[in-house]
């Protein structure tokens, strides 16, 4: 990648490909790609749009849980497989705008008044979207709720936003999200915040909705418990494609943000990367970006880097989608590949002040992806320096790091949108939902289930059940310490000392009656109930 400017010209007029009916550009020719390359790809692209085709027909695109995978289709009901499933996709829209506009208009309320906030509860698909879109094209001073969110179990971290919403908890609408209906962090953030609510003389359930399948754990707990209502998921909507149904619709229709314009965004670019023309398909264009950068076997790491501070947390969002889809052991004939893409990144100018230096001069481990919104900010800007305002500043710091990079053989795309808008954000999810089923076709593998996320809420539950042993075995024999290779077989699991002297470590830092007696190694520390 050794050019001159002209020749960067050259390349930029011919890998720039634009498409302004949803204003969007694509720019590959800071990649290392040719048509040699494009060429050689195009029949396992095509193979991409055929598994593509089958999979918004209804296939069972999850074969490893029996499942049609339909994100598609909530943008674009119609294309559902069964008009059922039509229905209940325009249904669940419906009840989303009727719900919103009681909250908005006060004719549902909470017990202080008309809701002013929102706290969603929900953790991975269940909340990264909707923290996404929030920060996207929420503004404080026209939200009409503000979002507030417990994203995981840590008590620390939701005592703080409970502190954060203060003696508004009774003007609080919390929105409960889990696909499962099972899973333990949004279950305990839940009983945090019904604990909340019922010390301030609340009833949980008058300011609490659910949004999960039917007949989950939860379900039935908003059933039971009189909460205001509940909104659907279905299984053939996975966690980390969720933005677009309930899940992220819902409270982002409470925000007061555009909903039908993220669908409409998300509707076109789908329209776009049905295409089976590669050089006019935007997704197809970024995944046959990403085999030629990281050789097909995810060797390059992505960089996200927006510049823009509402894009900030597009960053993690698609670190998810992209490491939770495509990150897996075995391909779809069950050899081992271990596949995959790194994502990180947060924002530029920023970053720049940050890893960028290590980016330009250090590893050349990765491909960056720049975000460029052409729409600086709405009103007047101010002139920092004659003629140039802080926009202007952030563009040049943009074209800067994009030279510089290439200017050291880095590798990066940019993604041209003209502003951040409901419509563009809706693009942005669908382009890289598209983009990650084309990938994961590419590379054979299944992008649609997660069995490492399923195995680590396994290995908690193995670690809360030594702990129960462990305190068990404790309150039993008090008085006495015990090393954790003495507690470990005495629970009966004597292979699990690391597990067991980690928990009894934990309790004993927690204020509960488990006390800590360092000895001389580590292996002789003591445990044990004296009181
Ligand atoms: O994408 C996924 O499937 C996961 O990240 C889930 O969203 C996450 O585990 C939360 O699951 P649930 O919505 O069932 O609580």
Known sequence: ???????????????????????????????????????????????????????????????????????????????????????????????????????????????????????????????????FVANALGDPRTDKLKPFFFDNTDPDGMNRVLAAIGPDLNRTLTIVISKSGGTKETRNGMLVAQDAYEKAGLHFGHHCVAVTTVRSDLDKVAVQN???????????????????????????????????????????????TRGTDY????????????????????????????????????????????????GKALDLDKNVVHQGITVLGNKGATDQHSYIQQLRDGLNDFFATFIEVLHDQDGAALEVEPSTTSGDFLHGFFMGTRQALAESGRESITLTIDKVSPASVGLLIALFERAVGFYATLVNINAYHQPGVEAGKKAAGNIIEIQRALLKYLEANQLKGFTAAELATAIGQPEEIESVYKVARHLSANGCEVEFIPGPALADNKFGIFE
Do not use: C
């Open 1 to 131: 990648m050794n050019y001159t400017k002209l020749q960067w010209w050259d390349r930029f007029q011919k890998y720039h490909t634009a498409f302004p009916s949803v204003g969007l550009a694509v720019d590959l020719s800071r990649m290392n790609v040719d048509d040699a390359f494009f060429a050689s790809m195009e029949p396992a692209i095509q193979k991409a749009f055929a598994f593509m085709a089958a999979l918004e027909k209804g296939a069972i695109a999850n074969p490893d849980e029996n499942r049609m995978v339909g994100h598609y289709w909530l943008r674009n009901p119609a294309l559902a497989p069964t008009l059922d499933i039509t229905g209940e996709i325009k249904r669940a829209i419906a009840q989303i705008h009727a719900f919103a506009a009681k909250i908005h208009q006060g004719t549902l309320k909470g017990a202080g008044g008309s809701f002013k906030n929102f706290l969603l509860v929900g953790i991975g698909g269940s909340a990264l979207g909707p923290q």
């Open 279 to 326: 050089k006019t398909n935007p997704a197809a264009l970024l995944v046959l970006a990403w085999y030629a950068s990281g050789n097909g076997k995810g060797i390059k790491n992505m960089v996200v880097l927006p510049y823009k501070d509402r894009l900030e947390l597009f960053s993690k969002y698609l670190q998810q989608l992209v490491m939770e889809s495509l």
């Open 226 to 272: 009189e909460w205001l209502e509940r909104f659907p998921m279905w299984d053939w909507v996975g966690g980390r494609t969720s933005e677009l149904s309930a899940v992220g619709l819902l409270p982002a229709a409470l925000q007061g943000l555009d909903i039908d314009g993220m669908l409409a965004g998300a509707k076109a670019i789908d329209e776009i």
